[in-house]
């Protein structure tokens, strides 16, 4: 089963950025579909973007929708979220996810159809 590892968290002013880095450790990280959530205290997991296996389709939450950008090397084992234009509702802990699809492709949004979490990587944007 792959192993998530989050990096690049951290404390930044309003209107800063953020990359995120979720590394894999399997080599057949080309067969999952990847996603990334967050959780605020006192609140519920929340998806905030998704990409396919091969980086062609992605998807976002309406809140960070032209401001996040979703994408995967998979050459690195590795997938970001380029997180621009940062606000303090944006404060959460990020969650990189993993779900191995080797016969299908696609985006996935729910959380309860990804297999595989990292531990979280800490993101406070300060106003």
């Known amino acids: 089963q792959v192993q998530l590892v989050e990096s690049g968290g951290g404390l930044v002013q309003a209107g800063g950025s953020l990359r995120l880095s979720c590394a894999a450790s399997?080599?057949?990280?080309?067969?999952?579909?990847m996603g990334w959530f967050r959780q605020a205290p006192g609140k519920e997991r929340e998806f905030v973007a998704a990409v396919d296996k091969y980086g062609g389709s992605t998807s976002y939450t309406a809140s960070v929708q032209d401001r996040f950008t979703i994408s995967r090397d998979n050459a690195k084992n590795t997938v970001y979220l380029q997180m621009n234009s940062l606000k303090p509702e944006d404060t959460a802990i990020y969650y990189c996810?993993?779900?191995?699809?080797?016969?299908?492709?696609?985006?996935?949004?729910?959380?309860?159809?990804?297999?595989?979490w990292g531990q979280g990587t800490q993101v406070t944007v300060s106003s």
């Open positions: 399997e080599r057949t990280f080309s067969r999952y579909v």
């Open positions: 996810a993993a779900d191995f699809r080797p016969y299908t492709n696609g985006v996935v949004t729910s959380p309860g159809e990804y297999s595989r």
